[in-house]
T-cell receptor, first 110, second 115 residues
Framework: EDKVVQSPLSLVVHEGDTVTLNCSYEVTNFRSLLWYKQEKKAPTFLFMLTSSGIEKKSGRLSSILDKKELSSILNITATQTGDSAIYLCAVTGANSKLTFGKGITLSVRP | NAGVTQTPKFQVLKTGQSMTLQCAQDMNHNSMYWYRQDPGMGLRLIYYSASEGTTDKGEVPNGYNVSRLNKREFSLRLESAAPSQTSVYFC??????????????FGPGTRLTVL
């Protein structure tokens, strides 16, 4: 059974801090790892990672995959209150279905 | 281009009642999905449809049925609602069945309470 574990489950930081969110996985025939941001409603897509060691970047957010360690990190630099959300990690494997982790709740205090 | 739409946004049912959650996408996607999200459990796949005319069970299909009415629409039915089905339900779609390079787009969700 495919499995995704995210850590920490929650964290609180102050504006301007840098945070690193972790995702580890066990999946049969790994295809891709995805990061989503969920605020009050539906998840919105952030990144898809398929190749090890290649960083994907979007503004203050970046993510990288380590297939050897079966993990990924999502970094957010110079955090803002608008970054407060649940960050979801998901993987696809042989069955092409997404398996989600439980999410990391990030709170950014002014 | 509305993306993925879901109706209703909120619903309260009594135990044993039935209802259908509607989902539609206007992105010409082949694959559609239904998830439920419960506190501390993350998103769990209920059913999915790889393409028009096909449906398959996900992780938690018991108590639900689905219909892929056409390429645009994918409905989720609760025949006899139970309090354990109180959850937020998300519909999603993707162009194909999540191959590398693809991504999913989510609807706004339906908050269902079963009393």
């Amino acid at each position: 059974e495919d499995k995704v574990v995210q850590s920490p489950l929650s964290l609180v930081v102050h504006e301007g801090d840098t945070v690193t969110l972790n995702c580890s996985y066990e999946v049969t025939n790994f295809r891709s790892l995805l990061w989503y941001k969920q605020e009050k409603k539906a998840p919105t897509f952030l990144f898809m990672l398929t190749s090890s060691g290649i960083e994907k970047k979007s503004g203050r957010l970046s993510s990288i995959l380590d297939k050897k360690e079966l993990s990924s990190i999502l970094n957010i630099t110079a955090t803002q209150t608008g970054d407060s959300a649940i960050y979801l990690c998901a993987v696809t494997g042989a069955n092409s279905k997404l398996t989600f982790g439980k999410g990391i709740t990030l709170s950014v205090r002014p | 281009n509305a993306g993925v739409t879901q109706t209703p946004k909120f619903q309260v049912l009594k135990t044993g009642q039935s209802m259908t959650l509607q989902c539609a996408q206007d992105m010409n996607h082949n694959s559609m999905y239904w998830y439920r999200q419960d506190p501390g459990m993350g998103l769990r796949l209920i059913y999915y449809s790889a393409s028009e005319g096909t449906t398959d069970k996900g992780e938690v299909p018991n108590g639900y049925n689905v219909s892929r009415l056409n390429k645009r629409e994918f409905s989720l039915r609760l025949e006899s609602a139970a309090p354990s089905q109180t959850s937020v339900y998300f519909c999603a779609s993707s162009s194909q069945l999540l191959m590398a390079g693809d991504t999913q787009y989510f609807g706004p969700g339906t908050r269902l309470t079963v009393l």
